[in-house]
Structure formats: C-alpha cells, structure tokens
C-alpha cells in the first residue's frame, strides 16, 4: 500500500506567457536549442503579435487559475507588424495598473521584450518570474471578484 | 430654474410647431416630482409633461444613437457633461450629426435624492434650491442642507463646460471653480495592495449585475455586447459565461478606458451604490499622467490615447499607481 505523505506540497505556480510567433517564440525556441532551462510550469501561448494579446485574454488567464501572467514581444521598434507592440505597451501599462489599484499584486503580472536571438534572456526572463510568482503564493484574488471571502 | 425650464419649453414649442423638427428629447414628470425620466416629445400636446428641474441628471446623449437614425430632425436639451458624451458618440459614427439640433441648456449641478432621503427624516414633498441651501420639506419637518453635500457624485467635481451646440439657454452663469476630480482616487492609491483589495472585493460583492451601469453608459454602445450569451434565448440578459459574470467590472472599465468622459452616469444608476466611477477615473488619471492630458468628448475627432502611441512610451514595468518610478 502506498504511503500518504504528510509533507506540504511544495507550490508550484502556473504561469502564462503570451509569446509573439516572430521574437518571443522565436527566443524560447532558442532556449530550448541552446539547452538553457526555463521552468515547466510556463505555458507558453502563442500569438502572431503582442497586440494580439486581449486584455481579457489576460483576465481570462487569471481567473481560470494562472498565477501569473508575462507578455513577450519584440523590442519596440522591432515589431514584425511595425508598431504592434506599442499598442501593447499602452494598454499592458494601464491593465496592470488598473489590476493593481484593485489590489492585485503588481509583481503577477509582466511585460518583457525578447527578441529571437535572445534565448538566454528568455531563460533568464522566466526564471525570475517564476521565482517572484513562487514567492507570491497563490493567485486568489483574481478568481471572482464579486464574492465576499466565506459566502 | 423655473425660468430656464419655461424658455425650454418654449423654444420646444417652436421647433415642433414650425417642422423644423420631428421630435424633442427633454425629460418628462416621473412619477414622484423627484424622478424625471427622460422622453421623446412628438407634438405640442405632449409638452405638458416636460419638465427641467435639479434633479434631471440623465444624459441624454445616448438616446440619439438610436432617434438620429429616425426621419427628421432631432432636437435635443443637452447639459455639459451630456455634450462630452454626444461628441465621443459622433465621433465613433454612432450618432448622425446632421440629423441633430443640440440645445445647450445650463446646469448648475442636479441633486441626488438619496442623499437628501439619507438626510433627512419622513418622506420628502417638495426640495427648493436657494444658491447654496437646500430647503427640504418632509412630513417630519423643514430642513435645510448645503447643496455640495447632496449633489450627485459626479456633479460634485464637475468643472465641463459645453462643447457642442447650436443654440444655447443659459440664463445662469455657473461661476469657475477649482475641482480635483481625482481625489477619491489618489486616496486608493495610497492605501496597500490588501487594503485596496478590501475595499473593491466590498463594493463589488455587492454588485446584483442588473447591468444598469452598461445599458446607460454611453460608451458602452456596442450592439452586441461581450457580455450577453447571444445563444441564451432570451435577449440581452443571460451572461455569457462565468468569466464574464466574474470580471465583469475589470472588463467594462477596460472596454471604456480611453472613451469615457467621466459623465458619471454609471454610479449615479447603480442601485447598490458602488462607485462605479471610480474605476473609469483610474484610467482616465493614469492617462493623463503617463500620456498626456486627455478629456474624451473634447473634440468630435482626434485619436485616442489607446489607438495611437509615441516611440518613447513608458514601459508597463515602470509604471505603478500611475506615477512613473
């Protein structure tokens, strides 16, 4: 019979990342070849550009139970689409500002910039968020926002 | 405000009497003397009802996506907050300008009834305003409040002059102050994450989603909206799905951030008292301080702050309570 074990799960976050097909993905593939590890619980989503990125797209994220949520995207100016990404830096700055003046940890959510030939950054980019996120805890604010806690 | 409602009136008449319009949009009686509701007047006869009081507070402006459509013109009493609304709809094609009169009449701010009810003790008859008194009575007795305190939220830091019409009533100057309208937001702003936390997950929970706030806000336009299942059966009620139901209000602020004029109709309906403005005047701070000022509703053309950009823009990462680090 197998044992149960008492011991706490350690807690793993699980984490999203938006990636746009033509940096970003390109950067984590680049990761992968150059055998820099990055932690399994990324998911990683791609999206043909950042500004692909919805912003319920990253709520949705949120309330099915993401810990955390990191857009990448070519650095600005070099945007396959020209100017995607600064549509994306304008409405990622208000988003997360807004999530945090609701009381949401302003260190769950991210935008980074890494192009396809840094796939050391991208390691290094997901390595940390994973680590702030994992110090975090558990994302329960972002679930339902309209239930008082115990009802 | 007797005498502005009487040349009101009267300039109605004469927009309906000569052809010159098809119909009249204003408010009519509700039904307590504290209640107008806004109305479409098609004829003379139909005036009688007609009233423009302290407590007309509704925009008027989203009615005529809809009346801009119908043959004629439309005529329409419109105060200054109303005009940023009509400007924003013009500008997103929703209102045909051509097919609207716009009559700037004066404002002097509109009192919120519950704040007078909350005030005051027995049911109230009859409220007058002398400049800054509010002279209630109740079957329990006379009062008398001071009008800043019992004016609707959105009122009481209202600096908006008109910015669209083509004509004008205004028989009462209302004199220039210094508001700041984001106040209450910097008081969040310098609460903790738990404690802002705190107090959204109270209001929101108290939240029935009768959808009040959407089907008034004038941005909020959409003929098909995110919000409604359109597999439902049943027109424009069921939600669409948890996440939805869920986020709901993080998601409308979104949908309007960059649009809103700050019109403040959202709180002024809402039947549970949240401060719904307070959302969309996050935005609107977080706006003007990282991109520039902005008023939605200024101009009928333009771009907005969330469909343009500038290389320099500030990096999400910088940003936190819409103070650059």
């Not at chain 2, 109305?39 to 009615?63: H, I, M, P, Q, R």
Request: hydrophobic fraction near 35%; proline fraction near 3%.
């Amino acid at each position: 019979m197998q044992e149960v074990s008492t011991e706490k799960k350690e807690f793993v976050p699980n984490i999203v990342a938006f990636c746009c097909n033509w940096c970003s993905y390109a950067g984590a593939d680049l990761a992968g070849s150059s055998r820099l590890s990055y932690p399994a619980n990324v998911k990683i989503i791609r999206v043909p550009c950042s500004c692909r990125v919805n912003p319920t797209f990253v709520l949705k994220a949120f309330q099915q139970g993401a810990d955390g949520v990191i857009l990448c995207g070519c650095h600005p100016g070099d945007c396959h689409y020209v100017t995607g990404n600064y549509y994306t830096r304008r409405r990622m700055a208000l988003l997360f500002s807004f999530l945090n003046y609701m009381g949401i940890e302003k260190e769950r959510t991210r935008v980074e910039w890494v192009s396809a030939a840094e796939g050391a950054r991208f390691s290094a980019v997901m390595n940390d968020f994973v680590k702030t996120v994992t110090a975090l805890g558990e994302n329960k604010r972002l679930t339902d926002l309209r239930v008082k806690e115990g009802e | 405000m007797k005498d502005v409602e009487m040349k009101m009136l009267e300039r109605a008449k004469q927009l309906l009497e000569s052809g010159e319009v098809a119909r009249v949009i204003g408010w009519k009686k509700g039904e307590f003397f504290y209640d107008p509701t806004p109305a479409s007047f098609e004829t003379v006869d139909e005036l009688k009802d007609f009233v423009y009081d302290w407590f007309c507070g509704a925009n008027l402006s989203k009615y005529l996506i809809q009346m801009s459509k119908k043959e004629g013109k439309t005529a329409v009493f419109l105060k200054p907050c109303d005009t940023y609304s009509f400007n924003q709809l013009v500008k997103e094609h929703r209102i045909k300008r051509e097919n609207v009169y716009v009559i700037a009449v004066e404002c002097l701010a509109k009192l919120n009834i519950e704040a007078i009810k909350e005030k005051t003790d027995g049911i109230v008859k009859s409220v007058d305003v002398e400049d800054k008194d509010v002279k209630v009575v109740t079957t329990n007795g006379e009062y008398t409040l001071y009008k800043p305190e019992v004016v609707l939220s959105k009122c009481a830091v209202c600096n908006k002059t008109h910015q669209a019409k083509d004509e004008e009533i205004i028989l009462h100057e209302r004199p220039e102050r210094d508001v700041n309208r984001f106040e209450e937001v910097e008081k969040l702003e310098a609460m903790t994450e738990d404690e802002r936390f705190a107090f959204w997950k109270g209001q929101l929970s108290k939240c029935i989603r009768c959808n009040a706030c959407r089907n008034v806000c004038p941005a909020c336009s959409c003929v098909k909206c995110v919000f409604d299942n359109p597999h439902s059966g049943i027109a424009a009620k069921a939600n669409d799905s948890e996440f939805e139901e869920q986020l709901f209000h993080v998601i409308r602020a979104f949908h309007v951030a960059g649009r809103c004029t700050d019109c403040g109709e959202c709180s002024r309906v809402c039947p549970q008292h949240i401060p719904l403005h307070l959302l969309n005047r996050k935005f609107i701070k977080d706006i003007d301080g990282l991109y520039g000022e902005f008023q939605a509703g200024e101009t009928d053309e333009g771009k907005t702050p969330l469909t343009s950009y500038t290389e320099g823009d500030i990096e999400p990462k910088d940003v936190f309570n819409g103070e650059a680090k």
